[in-house]
């Protein structure tokens, strides 16, 4: 795993001042430019929750698509995008969660999950943690049940785990 993680340290390309002045932005374009890299970081995954019996992944909107439904491919599972407000067809159910400059949200269709499945959710990388606390009751709304959260990136500075507790977080390479 560490020779994965040292791959993705040094692929993963820092933006200065993006989306605005003072945020280095950790851009994965370069991940998924490496074709290699980019099957071991989701065959990692697939690795290690082999075995939980996920019956379906949850990706947010919208990078955590690109690594969500090869995933759940993966793991024989179904996929479920987390769409912002309007870009879903059918009905759907939402959670309205805090940003650091204001609110967003986040809709699933109302049939995406069953009463009782094992989800798992993902995501390129986990910040303040509400968007993926949002997903997360999204998925509790369906009656589903949150097995585990897995990200590629984590800003531990921003203690966004600390809003999963007491779920089971992976991220691969922290800062």
Request: proline share 5%; aromatic share 8%.
């Amino acid at each position: 795993m560490q020779d994965l993680v040292d791959r993705l340290k040094a692929t993963i390309r820092d933006i200065p001042d993006f989306p605005k002045p003072g945020i280095l932005f950790k851009d994965i374009t370069p991940v998924l430019a490496d074709c290699q890299l980019l099957r071991a970081t989701v065959d990692h995954f697939a690795e290690k929750y082999t075995g939980w019996h996920i019956d379906a992944v949850v990706g947010m909107e919208s990078r955590g698509f690109i690594f969500g439904a090869p995933l759940a491919m993966a793991l024989g599972a179904s996929f479920v995008p987390a769409r912002k407000p309007g870009k879903l067809p059918y009905r759907s159910i939402g959670v309205e969660y805090s940003l650091e400059y204001g609110t967003a949200r986040l809709e699933m269709h109302v049939d995406a999950l069953k009463k009782g499945q094992r989800v798992l959710v993902v995501d390129d990388l986990l910040a303040t943690g509400g968007t993926a606390r949002a997903t997360c009751q999204l998925v509790r709304q369906l009656e589903a049940d949150v097995v585990a959260c897995c990200f590629v990136i984590e800003l531990s500075f921003l203690n966004g785990r600390d809003e999963l507790e007491p779920m089971s977080v992976e991220s691969l390479v922290i800062y």
